[in-house]
């Protein structure tokens, strides 16, 4: 069973920056993609971006294209989430995924972490 672990989450005010990480505890057939999903409050569970470990190959869900950058570092089992220009609409709880193929279908991933917060507020 593949787990995932994510840090990085905080509190930051509108404009600001913050990077996600989720570490993995091994790669494996089951985990060819890693996704993120956020989750507010009141609000849908929201696709956010998955990213292959393979070629690097990310989608993004609308809300955050050209604000949210996904890279990965393999030799670290690590996936990042660079956000910039936070919102509060932004503010969340962050939780990465392990997909067997890329996708932003939240019940495609059949392993999660226990989720990070993030805060944008003044």
């Known amino acids: 069973q593949v787990q995932l672990i994510e840090s990085g989450g905080g509190k930051v005010q509108p404009g600001g920056s913050l990077r996600l990480s989720c570490a993995v505890s091994?790669?494996?057939?089951?985990?060819?993609?890693i996704g993120w999903f956020r989750q507010a409050p009141g609000k849908e569970r929201e696709f956010v971006g998955a990213i292959t470990w393979s070629i690097g190959l990310a989608e993004y869900g609308d809300s955050v294209k050209g604000r949210f950058t996904l890279s990965k570092d393999n030799a670290k089992n690590t996936v990042y989430l660079q956000m910039n220009y936070l919102k509060p609409e932004d503010t969340a709880v962050y939780y990465c995924?392990?997909?067997?193929?890329?996708?932003?279908?939240?019940?495609?991933?059949?392993?999660w972490g226990q989720g990070t917060q993030v805060t944008v507020d003044p």
């Open positions: 091994q790669r494996t057939f089951t985990s060819y993609a």
């Open positions: 995924g392990s997909a067997g193929l890329l996708t932003l279908v939240y019940d495609r991933y059949d392993a």
